[in-house]
């Protein structure tokens, strides 16, 4: 499990780094650690370091004196190196006179030859020559899209980049572009993962990301927020024990789909088979569809005549009419924990009486899309994070808030993300998968907020596998399609991804087991 620390804690544990660690070091480990990534990445690219041409991005500050320091490393490792300042007058000093004593070529990325956007002839030779690119314009301070002249250099960019921090124009607390931004092949960050590495548009713009240890981890203090590893899904994912029997690994009940919407139930009950649970009960109107593609579902129609579970996964294909409503309030009712999803959603949004049929000592988990959350409790703007807390805290409740960046939130303020950097199960009926899938770890009695990030973690790697046509998972860091896209997958459906869910549990186990 690892910690995410908002800018205000890094700079706040910096500054105890630095009473008593003299700052100029720190700098200079940390652009060691990028010049060593852009090395990396040149070796992969283009074979070699010496001989290769580096441009580095440099905005004000310390970021800037980061890019600096590493080009001065770069340069005496025989790569050419230009800096192109974009606030010539406020250059971090130190920096800038490390790499002229390295060697390294300067150059004020506007000048008198500018052209008509701003950006000067030697600049536009520096880019067109580069073979990496080091973007230090602006550090974990910088708020909103990049101004127009480091739009511009931006824009003709060509070369593979390495982000120092964050990529510049990725707002970091939220992870939301909202004008001309970088898209890293490598970003390189320190002590920790930033929200804007991992929320919104920030996994697409950032690549991969090399976190790296400047000292500053013992002072970071509790993180904003946690993100789960493959290992630690593998290793809390529950499988049968030498005892166990049908009834010991957790009965989950799916109360989903519809005559006309027979799919829901499908997939729904499908992802609790698959999800390895003891046994799957289903409840509705598409007993005979479910049990002919699953027949080791015990299907009955009504939640009255299902049996005996230790959760509820409802909603799905339900409809928010009279007979979803009867279904929701009966479940809510049973005393067991309930994941509630889709059409239950709407209906807990438009009738407030249905909260009062909750048993309030049954865990209940909410897992919304955005408009799902925006008709429970309006438009989160652009914090997930701060939405998804205060909905889970209001209603007692674990919120999950689906997206490319899911959010979960548990009532006490726990957060996790799980960041799938793709978004292979954007695609109908995927959240149905996933609904089955927490049902059957909420059953075999794994903690609500967990269950939600096991599940999430699993839902997403089971789309990767099957997006790769079931080779593995199709992702390589750092590599980016035509469209600027990760990945080299195909488009997958929901049938595809729920294949592949028992790949992606062995997968999270082997994980757990290197």
């Given amino acids: 499990m690892q910690g995410v620390w908002t800018p205000d804690q890094v700079r706040a544990a910096e500054q105890r780094l630095f009473e008593r660690t003299p700052e100029p070091a720190?700098?200079?480990?940390?652009?060691?650690?990028?010049?060593?990534?852009?090395?990396?990445?040149?070796?992969?690219?283009?074979?070699?370091?010496?001989?290769?041409?580096?441009t580095l991005l440099v905005g004000a500050g310390n970021n800037g004196g980061d890019a600096l320091w590493a080009g001065a490393f770069l340069r005496r490792r025989g790569a050419g190196v230009t800096a192109l300042l974009l606030s010539p007058a406020r250059t971090h000093a130190a920096g800038l006179a490390a790499l002229r004593r390295a060697g390294g070529r300067v150059v004020e990325a506007e000048d008198a030859s500018a052209d008509t956007a701003g950006v000067g002839a030697e600049a536009s030779d520096a880019l067109d020559r580069a073979d990496a690119v080091v973007d230090g314009i602006v550090g974990l301070s910088g708020r909103g899209s990049l101004r127009p002249r480091a739009a511009e250099?931006?824009?003709?960019?060509?070369?593979?980049?390495?982000?120092?921090?964050?990529?510049?124009?990725?707002?970091?607390?939220t992870g939301m572009v909202d004008g001309p931004a970088v898209r890293a092949d490598v970003t390189v960050t320190f002590g920790s993962h930033k929200p804007?590495?991992?929320?919104?548009?920030?996994?697409?713009?950032?690549?991969?990301?090399a976190v790296?240890?400047?000292?500053?981890?013992?002072?970071?203090?509790?993180?904003?927020?946690?993100?789960?590893?493959?290992?630690?899904?593998?290793?809390?994912?529950p499988v049968p024990a030498p005892m166990d029997d049908k009834y010991s690994q957790g009965v989950v009940g799916v109360a989903a789909g519809s005559a006309n919407f027979p799919g829901a139930a499908v997939l729904a009950g499908g992802a609790a088979v698959q999800a390895t649970s003891g046994m799957v009960r289903y409840a509705g109107p598409a007993a005979d569809v479910v049990r002919s593609h699953w027949p080791e579902v015990v299907?009955?129609?009504?939640?009255?005549?299902?049996?005996?579970?230790?959760?509820?996964?409802?909603?799905?294909?339900?409809?928010?009419?009279?007979?979803?409503?009867?279904?929701?309030?009966?479940?809510?009712?049973?005393?067991?924990?309930?994941?509630?999803?889709?059409?239950?959603?709407?209906?807990?949004?438009?009738?407030?009486?249905?909260?009062?049929?909750?048993?309030?000592?049954?865990?209940?988990?909410?897992?919304?899309?955005?408009?799902?959350?925006?008709?429970?409790?309006?438009?989160?703007?652009?914090?997930?994070?701060?939405?998804?807390?205060?909905?889970?805290?209001?209603?007692?409740?674990?919120?999950?808030?689906?997206?490319?960046s899911t959010v979960v939130a548990a009532a006490d303020g726990r957060v996790l993300v799980n960041s799938s950097g793709h978004a292979w199960p954007a695609t109908a009926g995927s959240g149905d998968v996933l609904t089955g899938l927490i049902g059957a770890l909420l059953a075999s009695g794994v903690e609500p907020w967990l269950a939600c990030g096991y599940a999430t973690h699993v839902h997403s790697l089971a789309a990767e596998i099957a997006a790769s046509g079931g080779r593995g998972r199709p992702d390589t860091p750092?590599?980016?399609?035509?469209?600027?896209?990760?990945?080299?997958?195909?488009?997958?459906?929901?049938?595809?991804?729920?294949?592949?869910?028992?790949d992606a549990v062995r997968a999270a186990r082997a994980d757990a087991l290197d």
């Fill in 212 to 237: 790296i240890d400047i000292g500053i981890d013992p002072h970071l203090g509790d993180p904003e927020f946690v993100l789960l590893d493959t290992a630690d899904v593998g290793a809390g994912w």
């Fill in 153 to 173: 250099l931006v824009r003709r960019t060509a070369a593979p980049v390495v982000a120092i921090d964050l990529p510049s124009g990725v707002d970091p607390l």
């Fill in 478 to 502: 750092g590599t980016r399609g035509p469209d600027g896209a990760s990945g080299m997958g195909a488009p997958i459906g929901a049938s595809a991804l729920l294949a592949a869910v028992p």
């Fill in 299 to 404: 299907a009955t129609g009504s939640v009255a005549d299902a049996g005996r579970v230790q959760a509820w996964s409802v909603g799905p294909g339900i409809g928010t009419g009279a007979s979803g409503r009867a279904v929701l309030a009966e479940v809510l009712e049973s005393g067991r924990a309930v994941c509630a999803d889709a059409d239950a959603i709407t209906l807990l949004a438009e009738d407030t009486t249905l909260w009062d049929s909750r048993d309030p000592d049954a865990p209940l988990v909410l897992t919304p899309h955005s408009g799902e959350f925006a008709r429970l409790a309006g438009d989160f703007g652009g914090d997930r994070i701060s939405a998804a807390r205060m909905v889970a805290a209001r209603h007692d409740v674990v919120l999950l808030l689906k997206g490319n």
């Fill in 196 to 209: 804007g590495h991992v929320l919104g548009a920030g996994p697409e713009h950032s690549g991969a990301v």
């Fill in 26 to 54: 720190v700098m200079q480990r940390a652009a060691h650690a990028v010049s060593l990534h852009t090395a990396r990445l040149l070796g992969a690219r283009t074979g070699a370091v010496s001989g290769r041409h580096v």
